[in-house]
């Protein structure tokens, strides 16, 4: 979707490179990079991206390997940021800081908004 509209800021959550490269490790002995239909290949895309990119993976991912996070991340343009958390697995990254993390991200790459503009939710002043 970052590819089609422009976005203030990118963050991946335990990423994968391609459901091929997902189905090779789950299933190594069966030629699924031939079978698969949809590659959601995220590894071609990523360099295209102008937005930072912000990619938090955990070292213990058993459904999406941490390789593929640093793989993704490799192919990445800049700016872009990785966060490698050792004790995490794919489903538990909130416990280990990840809101954190994002915040610290998106206050550093965004920019705040222009004096006078408008927050969401806000009503104009008279």
Do not use: Q, W, Y
Not at 40 to 57: C, G, Q, R, T
Not at 90 to 98: E, S, V
């Amino acid at each position: 979707m970052a590819c089609r509209r422009k976005v203030a800021a990118i963050v991946l959550e335990a990423p994968m490179t391609s459901i091929p490269d997902v189905a090779a490790h789950r299933f190594p002995l069966v030629p699924v990079r031939h079978l698969v239909i949809d590659r959601f290949d995220s590894e071609a895309k990523i360099a295209k991206l102008e937005s930072p990119v912000l990619i938090v993976h955990g070292e213990k991912d058993m459904t999406v390997p941490v390789r593929l996070g640093r793989r993704l991340m490799e192919a990445a343009s800049e700016p872009k940021e990785a966060v490698f958390i050792p004790g995490a697995g794919h489903n538990d990254l909130a416990d280990h800081g990840m809101a954190e993390i994002v915040l610290d991200f998106l206050s550093r790459r965004l920019s705040p908004p222009a004096a006078g503009s408008l927050v969401a939710g806000d009503a104009p002043r008279p």
